[in-house]
């Protein structure tokens, strides 16, 4: 496996997941702190007096309500994720098993090819044998997927405003199926995978097959 010096990428190296307290205390900002901020607008006659002429003034208290839901949504999603990414490792690790990365996903946006059975993994891992898809209601994979049914490994992509954007791994399978898995940041986190850090997963992943396949 290539060098690894980002962070996050180590974390699905070892299997660990960062603290969720930075989480809950940015929501916690966003939810005290726009109402806060709200009422303090509302109180001064300057303010006041500038929503009566101006229709800006609403879209600005949209905003901070929308900042509100924003904080509501990261504090609940982190704490769903930790929730059930810390069950889905407890039965990864119950039999011993060490896998050599850990891959969290979107269970939204993933795409399988019809011989592949249909629960959605929340959770991979990638040891000698292939990758194996892990919920937190079973004592086993969901889905063992052997490195020989694996033909390359690439980025998918999509469109997005009249450009082409990467958003997820792809995996071509033997016999023209596919897999698609939209990563997350870590495990414990709601949060997507962005572009620049589909590059810098892609050769990680790529560097490891090669390693585990020997």
């Known amino acids: 496996m290539q060098d690894v010096t980002d962070g996050w990428v180590r974390r699905l190296r070892d299997g660990t997941a960062p603290r969720q ?3 809950h205390l940015a929501g916690a900002i966003l939810v005290l702190g726009a109402p806060a901020l709200i009422v303090a607008e509302f ?3 300057a303010f006041v007096e500038q929503m009566e002429r101006s229709s800006r003034v609403g879209s600005i208290v949209l ?19 930790g ?18 990365f850990f ?10 090819s019809e011989d592949l059975p249909r629960p959605r993994p929340e959770v991979w891992t990638l040891d000698r044998a292939g990758m194996h898809g892990w919920t937190p209601d079973r004592e086993a994979p ?10 390359t490994i690439d980025l998918a992509t999509k469109d997005a405003r009249g450009s082409r954007v990467d958003y997820a791994l792809w995996f071509d399978l033997v016999g023209g199926g596919e897999l698609v898995l939209p990563p997350r940041t870590a495990l414990g986190r709601p949060f997507e995978v ?9 050769p990680v992943l ?6 585990l396949v020997g």
């Open 21 to 23: 307290w930075p989480i």
């Open 43 to 45: 109180g001064s006659p």
């Open 63 to 81: 905003v901070e309500l929308f900042l509100i839901v924003v904080g509501i949504v990261m504090s609940v999603g982190t704490w769903w994720s």
């Open 83 to 100: 929730r059930r990414d810390r069950r889905t490792l407890a039965r990864i690790r119950a039999g011993g098993r060490e896998p050599a």
């Open 103 to 112: 891959l969290p996903v979107l269970t939204k946006g993933i795409r399988t």
């Open 142 to 151: 969901v889905i063992d997927l052997p490195w020989s049914r694996i033909r």
């Open 194 to 202: 962005g572009p620049g850090g589909l590059e810098t997963l892609l």
């Open 206 to 211: 790529r560097s490891l097959r090669r390693e």
